[in-house]
């Protein structure tokens, strides 16, 4: 072997571990005693080999497990010195609690939310936003009981899990997330928030709650959201009317108007402006704010920054295993969707250190290729050719 070649002294996985601190690891196992019952599986092997079940694409306990094994003489790099065995896995899996990865992930989201936040968004003045929505990941209804009536044919029922969260548009990852049964009303994730005075918050439709919206305005928390069809509201004052000539992209029509919501005896009105835009490809769209000070273009544009969270779980789907999950039990589920979205924040991260120009599909792509490889990281998803070269071949000359 030629002694002269220069290798990392780390795999890939071992390098995107070490962006996760040792004592947030240990503090979260403390918090929650969750290595009393576990000597074989601490909580720090069972989260490292969850992560590289999901870096992997494993779509089952068998495929994590036995990938593993074909790594066993690099894995002390990870910690440890064997392969876990598919059945301790598994009842850690349904037994450790979902929680202990819950709070790795949001200690590592104050620990890098200053380092992947923007300083702005283009076109907006504001500086605190924040994005929510809820995507549905489909289960059989006797894991998690979904909407609709039982099937006529007596097969099982498609149930789902409703993963909720409230994006920062500047971080560009989830700060808040609850999951519910499908059928859980969509609402009802509104009373989980604490948001601070003068924040920004945009929702579709779905989410409308005047008892809710009141309580924001009474707080200093400013909405936009788009007003239902069937809504009922009462004009107050007309400040805009361009429906004539409306052919132009723009705003239309500003009112100020009130709508109401029965509190115990009475009837409460609460105070909003309507805004009716027309896009450019010549959809309209009604929006409501409880926010007067704002332009109703700027009004327009926070609500198409609904649109990122879209992209987020698209992203989140797409890359990472939530198609088959690693366990029949709710703790299973909830744990395997907290393993990917401490990935996807490690994700973002290294791609804001390595300052790479990859799309996120590739990055992870690239990484899931190499992840037992010896090179340095941030280099290799920069620019992976070069540092592939340099590593295997120290004569390579970029020229």
């Known amino acids: 072997m030629d002694k002269d070649k ?168 989830t700060e808040f997330v609850r999951m519910t049964p499908a059928k859980a009303h969509d609402r009802q994730f509104l009373l989980k928030l604490k948001l601070p005075k003068e924040s920004f918050i945009v929702f579709d439709k779905a989410y409308n709650d005047y008892r809710q919206f009141h309580s924001w305005s009474k707080q200093g928390v400013w909405f936009v959201t788009r007003m239902k069809e069937n809504a009922v509201y009462h004009v107050c004052k007309v400040l805009k009317d361009k429906t004539k000539q409306h052919r132009k992209a723009g705003v239309i029509r500003e009112q100020i108007i009130t709508v ?69 039990s709710q703790n299973a589920i909830k744990m395997q969707i907290y393993c990917v979205l401490i990935a996807q924040l490690l994700m973002v991260v290294i791609r804001k250190k390595s300052a790479t120009k990859k799309s996120f599909a590739n990055m992870i792509t690239v990484i899931r290729l190499h992840l037992m490889s010896y090179v340095e990281l941030l280099n290799f998803l920069k620019d992976t050719y070069l540092a592939w070269r340099k590593t295997y071949n120290p004569d390579f000359s970029s020229a």
Request: proline fraction near 3%.
């Open 260 to 328: 109401g919501y029965k509190d115990a005896k009475d009837t409460v009105r609460l105070r909003l402006r309507r805004i009716t835009y027309k896009a450019k490809d010549g959809r309209v769209y009604v929006f409501i704010t409880n926010n007067f000070k704002i332009s109703a273009g700027q009004v327009a544009r926070i609500y198409k920054c609904r649109w990122m969270i879209e992209l987020l779980f698209k992203q989140i789907k797409q890359n990472f295993p939530l198609r088959y999950f690693w366990g029949d």
């Open 6 to 173: 220069k290798f990392t002294g780390q795999p890939l996985l071992s390098q995107i571990l070490s962006v996760i601190p040792a004592t947030t690891i240990k503090q979260a196992a403390q918090k929650h005693n969750c290595n009393r019952y576990y000597k074989k599986l601490p909580f720090r092997v069972h989260l490292v080999s969850s992560l590289y079940g999901i870096f992997s694409y494993c779509n089952g306990l068998r495929e994590l497990c036995e990938g593993m094994l074909a790594c066993e003489g690099k894995l002390s790099h990870l910690g440890f010195d064997k392969a876990p065995a598919r059945s301790t896995l598994s009842d850690a899996n349904t037994n450790r609690s979902y929680r202990v990865f819950e709070t790795v992930y949001y200690d590592l989201l104050n620990k890098y939310h200053g380092l992947i936040s923007d300083s702005q968004l283009k076109g907006l003045s504001i500086r605190n936003l924040r994005i929510i929505d809820s995507t549905t990941i489909s289960l059989f209804g006797d894991i998690l009981r979904g909407v609709g009536r039982p099937r006529l044919d007596g097969a099982r029922s498609k149930g789902g899990i409703k993963v909720h969260a409230m994006m920062d548009a500047f971080s560009g990852v």
